[in-house]
Nanobody, 125 residues
Framework: QVQLVESGGALVQPGDSLRLSCAAS????????MGWFRQAPGKEREFVAA????????YYSDSVKGRFTISRDNAKNTVYLQMNSLKSEDTAVYYC??????????????????WGQGTQVTVSS
């Protein structure tokens, strides 16, 4: 059973940058695709970014493409989400997730097997 713990959430101003981390324990995530999702108040949880097990392929939602970068360090069993040029609409609880089995798109929540508890990101002036 893999446990995922997100960290790095904070209150920042529009235009600022922030890096989220997702540390895994209980087993290696080196063979799992990993993803980040977010849920804003009153909204459904939505896909943000995903990365293949090797890190060779990455995927982004249109709303964050060009501003966010997902990466992974399998030696550290950790996945990152670098967020630049943050906007107020990026305010949400951010969750990381692991996909154990081969996924078709990596953009659907149903493709993921393990989830973290989330970290709050608030973008406000």
């Amino acid at each position: 059973q893999v446990q995922l713990v997100e960290s790095g959430g904070a209150l920042v101003q529009p235009g600022d940058s922030l890096r989220l981390s997702c540390a895994a324990s209980g087993g290696p995530i080196s063979s799992y695709a990993m993803g980040w999702f977010r849920q804003a108040p009153g909204k459904e949880r939505e896909f943000v970014a995903a990365i293949s097990w090797s890190g060779g392929s990455t995927y982004y939602s249109d709303s964050v493409k060009g501003r966010f970068t997902i990466s992974r360090d399998n030696a550290k069993n950790t996945v990152y989400l670098q967020m630049n040029s943050l906007k107020s609409e990026d305010t949400a609880v951010y969750y990381c997730a692991a996909a154990v089995f081969r996924a078709a798109t990596l953009t659907e929540q149903s493709e993921y097997d393990f989830w973290g508890q989330g970290t709050q990101v608030t973008v406000s002036s």
